[in-house]
């Protein structure tokens, strides 16, 4: 049995145990042919088989039929948000500007062309999401760009919007609830939080997106060529690819998303109750409660000195991670799919312990 704490990192993340032993097996002897699955060529029938079937139980998943393509694609979440413009901004499109992320991604859209922001949060510091009521959609945009979950701040969209052409960087929480993807034009996500090591990006297309494309000056930034070519217009992060086949072989063993997004609210919620037990100690950082993340959960203590003697004492008790994004400050316990139940269990004792002496 190898040697495993509790990791809460934002990500790269924690990833299941029986994953990674599955996918280290794999990198030395694949299937008993004496090669490793990351050894042998993207167009040979081992990792065809490998990608065939990522995406076909991606799709169950998801609940997708024929209306959606799935992508594993590279250059991060990041790249992502910069080629949507790309590829899928006329005349202009509406931006949801709700934290960290979807302001880098209104960011890079900016450069492309005319952006109409619907709401933000900034002024109280992205401590919410701008309430659906606020928000000033345009009616006639190319598309309505989102961020569901922001992994900084720690709060999400209890539920995904409705719009005709909705985009969604769901980076931080895919695949850990049920998600109204067959509705979306196209979802994507940078795979190294809940599902697999950094490198790889899943994203979902809805076909009927691609007569809108504009021209890329690559196809490799092409969602259509890429749709096309099974993600292979050049050399595909296959290992990778591989560690999330294994990812969604456990989800379904999980009993499938359904499964996920039960056992992720009773892990938030052990946090979140200890917060507010505290009498004050700990504050939570997001200003309305049914946004707070079930992925990433933020709060402070009364100064950076218990912030930090938290932190230091956590980690020599086997919980690793929990230091707050570097602008930001204060605690963030990431507590995606493969954390498990016990992590949030003893996180959230040790929090009471801890409370118990210093306030
Ligand atoms: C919600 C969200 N979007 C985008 C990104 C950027 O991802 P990448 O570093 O893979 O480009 C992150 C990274 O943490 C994220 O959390």
Redesign the pocket.
């Known amino acids: 049995m190898s040697y495993r704490i509790f990791n809460f990192s ?2 790269p993340a924690m990833l299941p145990t029986e994953v990674l032993e599955k996918s280290a097996a794999a990198l030395v002897d694949y299937q008993g042919k004496g090669f490793g699955i990351a050894e042998v060529s993207h167009r040979g029938k081992e990792f065809e088989a490998v990608n065939d079937e990522a995406i076909a139980l991606c799709k169950k998943l998801l609940g997708l039929g024929d209306t959606h393509d799935v992508v594993f694609l590279q250059g ?4 992502f ?1 910069t080629i949507i413009p790309m590829n899928f901004l006329h005349n202009s499109a509406d931006y949801l500007v709700s934290g960290e ?1 979807s302001k ?1 991604a209104a960011g890079s859209g900016k450069e492309v062309g005319k952006l109409n922001i619907v709401a933000t949060s900034e002024a109280s510091n992205f401590d919410h999401s701008p309430l659906p009521n606020e928000w000033k959609l345009s009616g006639d945009a190319d598309y309505f760009h989102v ?1 569901t ?4 701040h720690g709060h999400r969209l209890p539920a995904w919007p409705k719009h005709p052409n909705l985009i969604v ?1 769901a ?2 929480e895919f695949l850990s609830r049920p998600h109204p993807v067959s509705e979306c034009a196209l979802v994507y996500g ?1 795979a ?2 809940n599902l697999g090591p ?1 490198g790889v ?1 899943l994203a979902i297309v809805r076909k009927d997106m691609y007569p809108r494309q504009k021209k890329t000056p690559s196809k490799l930034w092409s969602f259509k060529d890429q749709a096309e070519n099974k993600s292979m217009i050049n050399t595909p992060p296959t290992f990778g690819v591989y560690v999330l086949l294994e990812i969604f072989r456990w989800l379904e063993a999980q009993g499938g998303l359904a499964a996920m997004e039960k056992r992720n609210a009773t892990k938030a919620a052990l946090i979140y109750d200890t917060i507010d037990q505290s009498n004050g100690f700990y504050k939570g950082t997001v200003s309305v409660k049914e946004q707070r993340s079930h992925m990433n959960v933020t709060y402070r203590l009364p100064s950076e000195e218990l912030t930090d003697e938290l932190v230091k004492t956590a980690a020599k008790n086997g919980m690793f991670g929990l230091k707050g994004y570097r602008t930001v400050g204060g605690i963030r316990a990431s507590i995606y799919n493969a954390m498990p139940v016990e992590g949030a269990q003893s996180l959230a004792q040790f929090m009471k312990d801890f409370a118990s002496k210093k306030a």
């Open positions: 934002a990500g991060g979440a990041t790249a948000f992320w880098k961020c979950n922001e992994t900084v960087d980076s931080s940078g190294q939080k950094a990006v």
